[in-house]
């Protein structure tokens, strides 16, 4: 039936249209006439072939594209009822962009296998590395999951992920925290030192809960169930994507009340003009000037802090379940990530102890008889 165009802010585009059967199909716009014009002649072998309803027209099957689309909706609407995290749907957004749609987008859903998954985690970790591959494969099962009723199974469902490499993990201990907190007091930057004193209290992710709080978020007078002052610090934006609160201990509230009283912004960490929260590159900035004058690791990141205060925490004793509370997961499987690593910690240093011990084990005696006699004489 020819080939339909229209002016758009890009340029001329093109569209194939066909009739079948006493209905009207049209084809995907095109930033190119001739493009269309392959689409009308895909169009008419399907035709020909008796194969159009499962390509084109109402019946079809959907492409992974279809699928991603109507996919991508149903996670905006997650976000609006706040049952996922808006940078969750920014990831799967960006994961079909980049990886999924251009190697996948024009096969109907129903035609990826769980070879063809294989072969597309394989050729991600080629490029980037294991726990990328994860993310997605985390999408993509997200995908075919949302496609029921179009696919018999999830093909990603029996792809093994690669190790997350959680071993790779550094907590911050308390010497280093307060070593980097009162480095970061004697910053140029004058929020760094609350900041990070934030960091390690209360166990915030810097970029997306601390960094944003604002005045308003704090509650000095809080009381818990025995009728003690403790405070609390309300958190609307987390990583859950839900409402969240937590403590602030009596160190904390005094610090952040002299740092707002050096302000009159409402935001508890300001930018210089005070109308907006700490830029992300201005506190990056002043954590590098800050390892650098405390000559710590530089591959040292803030999420340390949090790392460090929930290790911390489990070393001193704490339950499992307050840690947890605290840290505000859902599920106990991220917490025990942080007993596995005070495991860790404390297996390295047994291992060295006894290293030590079983070099010699008659050295230090040896020593020890000729200190003391070289004392009695």
């Known amino acids: 039936m020819g080939i339909l165009k229209r002016r758009a802010k890009s340029g001329m585009r093109y569209r194939s249209r066909v009739q079948h059967q006493g209905h009207i199909t049209y084809g995907t716009w095109r930033d190119a006439k001739w493009k269309a014009q392959e689409d009308e002649a895909a169009m008419r072998r399907a035709i020909a072939s008796d194969t159009f309803s ?7 099957v959907p492409t992974v594209s279809d699928i991603a689309r109507d996919y991508l909706i149903e996670c905006s609407r997650l976000v609006d009822v706040g049952t996922m995290a808006p940078r969750t749907l920014n990831a799967h957004r960006r994961n079909l ?22 072969r597309f985690k394989r050729e991600v970790f080629r490029e980037t590395s294991g726990p990328t591959s994860n993310r997605q494969l985390a999408t993509f099962s997200g995908l075919f999951r949302h496609a029921r009723g179009h696919i018999e199974a999830n093909p ?16 911050v201990n308390q010497e280093e925290a307060e070593t980097l ?12 030192g609350p900041f990070l004193l934030l960091l390690w209290e209360a166990m915030l992710r810097s970029k997306s809960e601390a960094r944003t709080i604002r005045r308003e978020h704090i509650d000095w007078n809080w009381k818990d169930g025995e009728g003690v002052r403790r405070g609390l610090i309300y958190l609307p934006t987390t990583k859950g994507g839900d409402d969240q609160v937590v403590p602030a201990s009596l160190q904390l509230r005094k610090r952040l009340r002299e740092h707002l ?24 900035a002043a954590w590098k000037r800050i390892k650098d004058d405390a000559g710590v690791s530089a591959k040292l990141r803030l999420h340390d802090f949090r790392h460090g205060g929930a290790t911390d925490l489990i070393g001193r004793g704490a339950p499992r379940a307050l840690v947890q509370a605290l840290l505000r997961h859902k599920t106990r499987v991220m917490t025990d990530r942080y007993t596995h690593l005070t495991e860790k910690h404390a297996a390295m240093a ?4 006894e290293k030590v011990a079983a070099f010699d084990p008659n050295r230090a005696k040896n ?11």
């Not at 990886?99 to 294989?118: C, E, H, S, T, Y």
């Not at 907190?181 to 760094?192: Q, R, V, W």
């Not at 047994?350 to 102890?353: D, G, N, Q």
């Open 54 to 60: 499962d390509y084109y027209g109402p019946n079809r």
């Open 97 to 118: 962009r980049k990886r999924i749609l251009p190697a996948f987008g024009d096969w109907r859903i129903d035609r990826v296998k769980f070879l063809d998954v294989q």
């Open 156 to 171: 990603c469902a029996g792809v093994a992920r690669y190790p997350e490499n959680t071993d790779a993990w550094y907590a």
């Open 181 to 192: 907190i009162e480095h970061g007091e004697a910053d140029k930057n004058p929020n760094m």
């Open 261 to 284: 009283e050096s302000h009159d912004s409402e935001w508890l960490f300001p930018n210089h003009t005070g109308e907006q929260p700490m830029h992300e590159s201005t506190m990056y």
């Open 350 to 353: 047994l291992a060295v102890r």
């Open 367 to 377: 020593r020890a008889k000729a200190s003391s006699d070289g004392t009695k004489g």
